[in-house]
């Protein structure tokens, strides 16, 4: 059963441009959640993704977007690329429950993105 | 909102000695608390998680953590350190209920000396 998969696994891009990281959750699970990561830092949610809806966002500005497919995997845009958008960026899967219990978050090995 | 703030950014302790990474957490309402390890180059892999009954939670290899509500804390602990357990820990919450939102702490780094 292949966990959380992050395409791709590095990425250098130029001030200005706009990048798209792709994320495909762990079998069975049908909710994304992105998280970015700068240097010695702890990982900043940016949003959720679960029935191809943004459920929940982050403070993060509108440069950040995202897009859920019907098979549950997920892209994270990012426009007009900025020095500090350089981070690891994490994609996390998870599944819905209306219950206490399962509520594991399950982590991709993110992509690092650098921005020159 | 929720917040969580990790004492002490680094960690260094000898191999064989006892460690305690410190967790204090934020929070109007109930949450889950959970500990994620991070090793280097690596994505997080979920370390222990308190959801509800027994306060002290264990994981498959050695280390615990205690939920203390009175305090807002959930310490993580390990009686004996391996070399191997050199990584970033987070300490995070996330709401019981709602989007499953995770709020971290800035880590600790635990580097272990021979």
């Known amino acids: 059963d292949a966990g959380v998969t992050q395409s791709p696994t590095h990425l250098i891009k130029t001030r200005g441009q706009q990048v798209t990281l792709r994320c495909s959750p762990k079998?069975?699970?049908?909710?994304v959640s992105w998280y970015q990561q700068a240097l010695g830092q702890g990982p900043q949610f940016i949003f959720q993704?679960?029935?191809?809806?943004?459920?929940q966002r982050g403070n993060f500005p509108d440069r950040f977007s995202g897009h859920q497919f019907p098979n549950y995997s997920s892209e994270l845009n990012v426009n007009a690329l900025l020095l500090g958008d350089s981070a690891l960026y994490l994609c996390?899967?998870?599944?819905?429950?209306?219950?206490?219990?399962?509520?594991?978050?399950?982590f991709g090995q993110g992509t690092r993105l650098t921005v020159v | 909102a929720q917040s969580v703030t990790q004492l002490d950014s680094q960690v260094p302790v000898f191999e064989e000695a006892p460690v305690e990474l410190r967790c204090n957490y934020s929070?109007?309402?109930?949450?889950?608390l959970f500990w994620y390890v991070q090793y280097p180059n690596q994505g997080l892999q979920l370390l222990l998680k308190?959801?509800?009954?027994?306060?002290l939670v264990e994981s498959i290899n050695g280390f615990e953590a205690e939920f203390n509500k009175s305090q807002t804390s959930f310490h993580l602990r390990k009686p004996s350190v391996h070399i191997s357990d050199t990584a970033e820990y987070f300490c995070?919450?996330?709401?019981?209920?709602?989007?499953?939102?995770?709020?971290f702490g800035q880590g600790t780094r635990l580097t272990i000396n021979p």
């Open positions: 996390a899967s998870s599944l819905v429950v209306v219950q206490m219990g399962n509520t594991e978050a399950f």
């Open positions: 079998s069975g699970h049908d909710t």
């Open positions: 993704y679960y029935e191809e809806e943004e459920r």
């Open positions: 929070s109007s309402v109930s949450v889950y």
């Open positions: 308190y959801l509800s009954g027994s306060t």
């Open positions: 995070a919450v996330s709401l019981i209920q709602g989007a499953q939102k995770l709020v």
